[in-house]
């Protein structure tokens, strides 16, 4: 039968060295709080029901941002170590068999292979329990794995209470441990923080195991990177740009094209289709989908949208929360500022504002428009200028626009508002009224001339 996994991921702490308001785990990188980071690698080992979350501070909202993932969680008041998170624990999860993954609510960088090694590790061995290490040249700030002339795992000593001699030792501890959790909840309770801290480290449970009778083993990390923590603003920097370096070269390996990928931003969630080309200093966040053979030009932002293919984002356009069917051209300098859907084919151009419209299939608006709270069909031509007065001071109201009309340039269209298919409204026009199909409109003053009346105005001023 295959053995059960039980992961407790450890996210109670607040962490004081970030300078923050916000509990370590919430804050953001590659495009998900760490926590989001650690469960949803989790998942990939065990169901949601096996995962378990220990938190304290900020509770509610750790709860909240993991809700969907359908986790368990476990309350922990004080934090007094993380060996008394796992006592906290111990009513909730020791009735579970098989193993015990511990990890942190701050290691966003663990990847889903390394996990599943950690794990096997521990499913093929007598021992009660797997450490992962690392050989580091200079492991300061790690516990230090301590062996005796058999070279067996005997204890773990921390890094403010190690002798020189211990202290010289060039194995790390990570942090991660994957426990058989008979043995490990059998143990817990015999944790005492007896150490300068006054803490309960989990360190402990190691030599607490062998002092037992039981066998620890390792499991070396090759890249100690991978479990690197986040403890201040620098570090989260820096595992921000390693996720998303991370991102951009399987994004490459899969088909797309990310000119000067330094300079792209990309969060972790985003889906891009083969042959797609990222122009530099891109950002694409949330869980954006692009297409196959589209090109975003350089210097736009896409959040939380779907394109598809063959669409082309002109440099510096930013779209939010709207969707893109196939061939639409958006920008350059354009914006879609939420809820747009856009038909297969239409065209956005130069400083045109779009907000809950819904743009037909072929249409276009080319220059220095807004169109908002609009339904617009298909191939229909909006003028450079045109506005759709969409708020009267207290509400906002509709306007629709039918199949193949033409709104010339400059148009104001005063919402409520509906023009009928094949209309033609003239340049300049305020229009107030229904249009009715394949009528014209005209909505401006006539035009008045007075010969001479410049030149005797210039004359007067002499």
């Known amino acids: 039968m295959e053995t059960p996994v039980t992961i407790v991921i450890l996210a109670a702490g ?53 809700a969907p993932c359908g986790v368990g969680f476990v309350h922990q008041p004080e934090q007094k170590g993380t060996g008394h998170a796992l006592i906290a624990a111990r009513e909730a999860l020791s009735g579970l068999d098989g193993l015990l993954v511990i990890l942190y609510g701050d290691g966003p960088l663990l990847t889903v292979p390394t996990l599943r090694r950690l794990i096997e590790a521990g499913k093929n061995s007598d021992a009660a329990g797997t450490i992962l290490t690392s050989i580091m040249p200079d492991p300061f700030g790690y516990g230090r794995v301590i062996r005796d002339a058999k070279g067996e795992v005997r204890r773990v000593v921390e890094q403010k209470v190690g002798t020189p001699e211990e202290l010289a030792i060039k194995e790390a501890n990570m942090g991660l441990y ?5 043995p490990f909840w059998a143990h817990i309770g015999e944790i005492q923080p007896n150490n300068p801290a006054r803490e309960y480290y989990l360190t402990d449970m190691v030599e607490i195991l062998t002092a037992a009778g039981c066998k620890m083993q390792t499991m070396v990390l090759e890249d100690p990177q991978e479990v690197l923590g986040i403890n201040d603003r620098v570090e989260l920097a820096m595992v ?18 990310i000119e000067k990928p330094e300079t792209v931003s990309i969060d972790s969630d985003v889906e891009i289709g083969i042959d797609t080309v990222i122009e530099p200093f891109v950002q694409i966040r949330g869980r954006t989908k692009i297409g196959d053979d589209c090109r975003i030009g350089a210097c736009s932002v896409i959040n939380e949208s779907e394109l598809g293919d063959q669409v082309e984002v002109g440099p510096f356009t930013i779209i939010n929360k709207s969707k893109l069917e196939r061939e639409v051209h958006a920008g350059p300098y354009s ?108 909505g401006r003053s006539r035009q008045l001339i007075k010969e001479g009346w410049a030149r005797q105005r210039r004359e007067k001023s002499q």
């Open 240 to 257: 921000d740009r390693l996720l998303r370096e991370r991102k951009a070269r399987q994004l490459m390996l899969d088909g797309v094209t």
């Open 335 to 442: 914006r879609l500022r939420f809820d747009n859907y856009v038909e297969e084919g239409a065209h956005i151009g130069n400083f045109v504002e779009l907000k809950k419209t819904r743009l037909g299939a072929g249409s276009k608006a080319m220059h220095l428009a807004y169109l908002g709270d609009s339904i617009i069909g298909r191939n229909v031509n909006i003028g450079a200028g045109t506005i759709t007065c969409n708020y009267d001071g207290k509400t906002k109201s509709q306007t629709k626009i039918g199949d193949d009309a033409f709104v010339g340039s400059n148009s104001t269209l005063v919402a409520p508002m509906e023009i009928g298919p094949g209309a033609y409204l003239g340049a300049g026009s305020v229009v107030t009224d229904p249009v009715p199909a394949d009528a014209l409109a005209l």
């Open 14 to 66: 607040l962490g004081t060295r970030m300078k923050s308001r916000r509990a370590k785990v919430l804050h953001e990188a590659g495009g998900r709080t760490l926590v989001e980071h650690v469960v949803r690698t989790s998942l990939q080992v065990t169901p949601p029901e096996r995962i378990y979350v220990v938190v304290g501070h900020q509770a509610d909202q750790v709860r909240a941002t993991l």
């Open 178 to 182: 994957c426990y058989h959790a008979r």
